[in-house]
């Protein structure tokens, strides 16, 4: 079975700099996707930004990058020039490139909740 | 384009009652699946629908919860007899298809507290 993990669960960033965000998972499959979702104080789940396995470039949009080591099994997000609405709850999520069935579930890590100071 | 729409957005329930939480998904999602988050948890995954049919509930606890998605309406998430564990706020999301090529559209979910 895959697992995501996210190992800090706090983070802290002062306004305009740049934070990273960690995120590992472990699957014996070789295609796969994978995502950064936002979760601010109003609870709404919203996508940042995704990441196709196959795919060696990663992912941008922009001020949201991800640093996709598909070897090391690592996904970390990069936020850069932070902004106060960029303090949120960050999940990383791991979804089977199958079709259909159970394996078009995401699977979460526990999430990251991310501070920005001004 | 209203996106997913999960009501209703708060719900207290005493143990032992019902809860029951719906979900409409996008226009022209037919496919909608159901997560809960615990306090300081991810989501976890609990059962996947399409239109009058469940595909996947290998995430739904073997009592006390039910899901249906019907021809016409909402899906709806059943809890019967609540007891507190039960606690969480219950998040809905759907897709066009099953195609995997994006992550859904969640709903801003439904809080659940029993008291």
């Known amino acids: 079975a895959q697992t995501v993990t996210q190992s800090q669960p706090e983070m802290s960033v002062q306004e305009a700099e740049t934070v990273t965000l960690s995120c590992t998972y472990d699957?014996?499959?070789?295609?796969?996707?994978l995502f950064w979702y936002k979760q601010p104080p109003s609870r709404q789940m919203i996508l940042v930004i995704r990441q196709e396995a196959y795919k060696q470039q990663n992912a941008t949009e922009n001020r949201f990058s991800v640093n996709f080591q598909k070897a090391a099994k690592s996904f970390s997000l990069k936020i850069s020039d932070s902004q106060l609405g960029d303090a949120a709850m960050y999940f990383c999520a791991y979804r089977s490139r199958a079709y259909g069935g159970s394996q078009g579930n995401l699977i979460f890590g526990k999430g990251t909740k991310l501070s920005v100071k001004p | 384009n209203a996106g997913v729409m999960q009501n209703p957005r708060h719900l207290v329930r005493r143990r032992g009652q019902e809860a029951r939480l719906r979900c409409s998904p996008m226009k022209g999602h037919s496919h909608v699946y159901w997560y809960r988050q615990l306090p300081e948890e991810g989501l976890k995954f609990m059962v996947y629908l399409q239109k009058e049919n469940i595909i996947d509930e290998s995430g739904m606890p073997k009592e006390r919860f039910s899901a249906e998605f019907p021809k016409e309406g909402p899906s709806i998430l059943r809890i019967q007899q609540v007891v507190r564990g039960d606690s969480a706020a219950y998040f809905c999301?759907?897709?066009?298809?099953?195609?995997?090529?994006?992550?859904?559209?969640f709903g801003s979910g439904t809080r659940l507290t029993v008291v």
């Open positions: 999301a759907s897709s066009p298809s099953s195609v995997p090529n994006y992550g859904y559209t």
């Open positions: 699957t014996s499959e070789s295609d796969y996707y």
